[in-house]
C-alpha cells in the first residue's frame, strides 16, 4: 500500500477501479471487492438500508415457483419483498443507502442518480461490495427512478434485485416540483400509481439463477437468450393487474393522476391510455423546465414505446365517472412480437368516480 | 484460443507488439487491390474543397476475434489502407465519389441510409462499381450498408457510418453545432447556445474541429451460428432471418466489452478504436455522440454520470432532422437503422454533494451500456464483455 494512493478517508485506491490495475480480468471476471468508508462522507438527512436476500419465491397463477432474489429492508415487515422496497427522498437531501451483501457480493447503482465514480454501484470502474458499504448521494432532479445491483448484471436485476426510487421537490409527495408560483403549470397531483414492469424467464429464475456468479467467468450460460413466460406489475402477475389495488388505481372527478411508468423488463414496452395524457417527465428530468423541451400531450390510444430501465412520468385529470383502461405489451427486442405468443400483456385501470 | 490467456501472454510485452499480434485477427482472406492514393483520414474533417478524391472500398471475408476469443467469419467493407468498416466524412456540397470493389464470392451492394441516389443494387464477385455520384446532403450522421440479401450482409459486418459536416453549422447566436443552419429548431438552437452561458453549463462550447468531442458509436450484433452457416453458403436473409437471430456478441465500432476503452496495464486489442470510443474531457467540455444501430436488436443505451441530450433522428426516409423537443435522457432507444445524434454535456455530475470530491480523486468515470442486459454478454455470459464502455471525466472546470 503506498502512502499516495491511500486517502484521507483511509480508502486504498488501488485496490478498487479508481487507481488499481484494470485488466481484462478485473473488468469481468474478477472485478474488485471491498467494504470501503464513504468518501466524502456528510451527515445524511435521510438513511436507507438494504439487506440483500436470496430465498425469494413466487408462485405463479399457473403453479409454477419461480426463484428471486431482492433488496429487503430490515426495518420493514416485509420479508423478500418483490419488487424491493421504495426508496423515498426530497431534492436537496444528503441520502445514505448502507447495503448488506450477506453472503456473496453485489452493489447498488441508483439509475438515474448521477453521483461519484465510487458511489455509482459498477465494479469495473469502482468495486464491488464485499461486506457492507453506504451509499452516498444528493438528488437534484425530482422524478421517477429506481435502484438495482449492478454485479453480473444481466442475472441480478432479472432475479429481482431491483425497487423504484423517487424524489420528491422539498414540498413532498403531491408535487412534482418547486415553483415560486401558485398554481404552477403540471405542478401538483391528488393520485400516485409507480408502475415496475417485469417479465421473467423461468429458465433464467430456476436454472440460471443456482448460480449466482453465472457465466461470470466465461461459461456459456444462454444469457443472451431470453424469452419471458412470465408479466407483472408492481410484483402482481397479469392475470390480476387489471383490479389489483396495488396497480389499478381510483381517482374522483377533479383529480389530477400521476402515473409513474418504470421499465424494469427485458421487453420494449408498449403502453396506451384510453385517455389523453400528458408526458411531464422523462428519465427524472422535468420536461418544461429548460428552454429547450416541453411536456407532450398523447391522444387517447396512442402507443408509447420505453425500452429497458426507461421511466416516463404521465399525468391526467380525472373529468368524468367510468373507467380508463391502460394496456401494456412486452414486445421481443428482436423481432417486435407480443412476448409469449402474444400472451405478454398487462392491462390495468384508473376507475374515476 | 482462449481469450484470457492471449491477454496473459500479450501482457509482458509492449503494448505495439500486443496491438500488433491482434491486428492480425482483422485480416482479409485476400490481398486487397494495390493502395492507389492513401484517402485522407476519415474521421478528420475534410477540406473546404468541392471535390473529393475518389474514395475506394473493397468488400473483403474474414475471420475476426471476438472479446472471447472465438474466431468468427465475417465481411467487411474496407479501405485500401486495410482500415475495416471505416467512418467517411464529408463535407456538405462536396462531391462524393466511391467506388466499391466486390472481392467475395458473392454478389454485394452498396446504399447510405436518407440518400437514396446513393445506392449500387448488385456488385457481382470480382467486379468494381462506382456509387453515382452526388453531393454530400444536409450535415449529420448517416449509416452505409449493404442492402444485398438484406439484411444478412449487414449483419455480417458490410456497413459503417457516413459523416457530414455541414457547411454552415453555426447557429444565429454564433455557436457551433454539427448540423446544417437550415435544420435547427429553436430547441436545437437553445441546447447549443446554452454551452458556456447556461449556469449549468459553464465551460466550452462544443468544439466542431475536435475529434476528441465528436464521437462514433456504431452499434451492431452478431449471431456466430448464422456467420458460420453464411460461410458454408447457407444464406437466411428477410423475416426468416430476423425470426432466427440470436446474436451472441454485441459491439460498438466492432468492439466489445473491455475492448471498448483504455485501460491503465493491458491495452485493448485494437487502442486507436477504443481511444476512439472511449470520451474524455474535463467538466465544460460538451461532446457529440453519434449513435447508430447497425443490427437486428433494439438496444437501450443507458449512460451513467450524465443525462443527455437527444439532438436528432432519421425520418421516415432516413433523413436526419433536429428535434423540436431536446429530451434529457439516461436511456434512449435505438432501434434497428436508427441514428441519433446524443450530445453529452459533460456537466458537473448533479447527484455528488461536494463538488469538487475532496476525497476521491479524477478522473471520475462512468459506464454507457445497454441496458436489455441480454447485449451484455459474450459468448452466451462473460459480463460484462457486450456493448458496454466508458466516459472519464478528468477535472472539474474549477477548483477551490
Known amino acids: 500500500m503506498c502512502a499516495d494512493t491511500v486517502s484521507s478517508s483511509g480508502i486504498d485506491w488501488t485496490k478498487t477501479g479508481v487507481k488499481g490495475d484494470t485488466n481484462f480480468q478485473t473488468f469481468g471476471c474478477n472485478v474488485f471487492q471491498e467494504s470501503p468508508p464513504t468518501p466524502d462522507r456528510l451527515t445524511p438527512d435521510i438513511s436507507f438500508v438494504r439487506q440483500v436476500v436470496s430465498s425469494g419465491q413466487l408462485t405463479a397463477p399457473n403453479g409454477a415457483r419461480l426463484r428471486y432474489w431482492a433488496f429487503e429492508d430490515p426495518a420493514n415487515p416485509v420479508k423478500t419483498p418483490y419488487p424491493s422496497p421504495l426508496i423515498r427522498v426530497r431534492e436537496g437531501q444528503v441520502v445514505h443507502v448502507k447495503l448488506l451483501t450477506a453472503k456473496n457480493q453485489h452493489t447498488i447503482h441508483h439509475h438515474g442518480i448521477e453521483p461519484s465514480t465510487m458511489n455509482d454501484g459498477v465494479g469495473h470502474v469502482s468495486f464491488e461490495v464485499k461486506n457492507e458499504y453506504t451509499y452516498q448521494w444528493k438528488p437534484s432532479n425530482p422524478g421517477t427512478y429506481f435502484y438495482h445491483c449492478h454485479r453480473n448484471t444481466p442475472l441480478h436485476f432479472e432475479m429481482g434485485m431491483f425497487g423504484g426510487l423517487i424524489v420528491d421537490p422539498p414540498e413532498g409527495p403531491g408535487y412534482l416540483y418547486s415553483s415560486p408560483v401558485q398554481n404552477a403549470p403540471n405542478q401538483r397531483y391528488q393520485v400516485e400509481r409507480l408502475w415496475v414492469c417485469d417479465d421473467m424467464d423461468i429458465r433464467w429464475h430456476n436454472v440460471i439463477g443456482q448460480n449466482h456468479d453465472a457465466g461470470q467467468c466465461g461459461e456459456n450460460v444462454g444469457m443472451n437468450r431470453f424469452e419471458p413466460q412470465y408479466f407483472l406489475i408492481n410484483g402482481v402477475f397479469n392475470n390480476y393487474t387489471l383490479t389489483d389495488q396495488k396497480v389499478a388505481a381510483t381517482a374522483r372527478i377533479g383529480e389530477t393522476v400521476l402515473i409513474r411508468l418504470l421499465n424494469a423488463s427485458y421487453s420494449i414496452l408498449r403502453v396506451t391510455f384510453q385517455t389523453t395524457v400528458t408526458c411531464v417527465s422523462c428519465d427524472g428530468h422535468r420536461l418544461g423546465k429548460e428552454a429547450w423541451n416541453a411536456p407532450i400531450v398523447f391522444p387517447a390510444n396512442t402507443p408509447i414505446e420505453l425500452t429497458s430501465a426507461a421511466r416516463l412520468d404521465f399525468l391526467f385529470k380525472a373529468t368524468r365517472p367510468g373507467v380508463i383502461g391502460v394496456k401494456i405489451e412486452f414486445l421481443h427486442w428482436i423481432t417486435r412480437r407480443v412476448q409469449d405468443y402474444g400472451r405478454g400483456v398487462a392491462k390495468t385501470q384508473i376507475v374515476v368516480s | ?400
Not at chain 2, 455528488?352 to 471520475?364: A, R, S, T
Request: charged content about 15%.
Open chain 2, 1 to 400: 484460443m482462449d481469450r484470457r490467456d492471449f491477454i496473459k501472454i500479450g501482457a509482458g510485452a509492449t503494448t505495439v507488439t500486443l496491438a500488433a499480434a491482434a491486428q492480425q485477427f482483422i485480416t482479409p482472406q485476400a490481398t486487397p487491390l494495390a493502395v492507389v492514393t492513401p484517402p485522407p483520414s476519415p474521421m478528420s474533417l475534410s477540406t473546404l474543397s468541392t471535390t473529393v478524391a475518389e474514395r475506394q472500398l473493397v468488400i473483403e471475408p474474414v475471420e475476426k476475434e471476438m472479446i472471447d476469443g472465438k474466431m468468427v467469419y465475417m465481411v467487411f467493407y474496407f479501405l485500401t489502407t486495410g482500415q475495416a468498416q471505416p467512418p467517411l466524412r464529408y463535407r456538405e456540397g462536396d462531391l462524393v465519389s466511391i467506388s466499391i470493389t466486390n472481392n467475395d464470392i458473392v454478389p454485394h451492394g452498396f446504399a447510405i441510409t436518407g440518400i437514396p441516389q446513393a445506392t449500387i443494387a448488385a456488385i457481382p464477385p470480382g467486379e468494381t462499381r462506382l456509387v453515382p455520384s452526388f453531393a454530400a446532403p444536409v450535415g449529420g450522421s448517416y449509416l452505409y450498408h449493404d442492402p444485398y440479401d438484406a439484411p444478412l450482409n449487414r449483419i455480417l459486418g458490410l456497413h459503417g457510418a457516413f459523416i457530414v459536416d455541414p457547411a454552415l453549422g453555426t447557429t444565429v447566436a454564433g455557436s457551433p453545432t454539427p448540423f446544417s443552419r437550415a435544420m435547427h429548431t429553436p430547441q436545437i438552437a437553445a441546447v447549443f447556445d446554452a454551452f458556456g452561458r447556461h449556469p449549468r453549463f459553464p465551460g466550452d462550447s462544443w468544439k466542431p474541429q475536435d475529434p476528441a468531442r465528436d464521437k462514433l458509436w456504431l452499434f451492431s450484433q452478431t449471431d456466430s451460428t448464422i456467420n458460420a452457416r453464411a460461410a458454408a453458403g447457407v444464406r437466411i436473409s428477410g423475416q426468416a432471418l430476423i425470426d432466427a437471430f440470436l446474436p451472441d456478441y454485441f459491439h460498438i465500432n466492432g468492439l466489445s466489452g473491455f475492448d471498448t476503452a483504455v485501460h491503465t496495464s493491458t491495452a485493448s486489442a485494437d487502442l486507436a478504436a477504443a481511444e476512439a470510443i472511449e470520451p474524455v474531457g474535463r467538466q465544460g467540455q460538451p461532446t457529440l455522440l453519434r449513435v447508430m444501430n447497425a443490427g437486428l436488436c433494439t438496444h437501450s443505451a443507458h449512460i451513467h454520470g450524465n443525462h443527455l441530450f437527444e439532438c436528432t433522428e432519421p425520418d421516415a426516409s432516413g433523413v436526419p432532422y433536429c428535434e423540436t423537443n431536446v429530451y434529457e435522457r439516461d436511456v434512449w432507444i435505438m432501434r434497428p437503422m436508427d441514428r441519433k445524434d446524443m450530445l453529452l454535456p459533460f456537466e458537473r455530475p448533479p447527484d455528488i454533494p461536494v463538488w469538487p470530491p475532496k476525497q476521491e480523486p479524477f478522473p471520475l468515470r462512468y459506464v454507457m451500456h445497454c441496458h436489455t442486459e441480454m447485449s451484455q454478454t459474450a459468448g452466451g455470459g462473460n459480463y460484462p464483455q457486450g456493448l458496454v464502455t466508458h466516459w472519464k471525466m478528468t477535472s472539474p472546470i474549477y477548483t477551490f
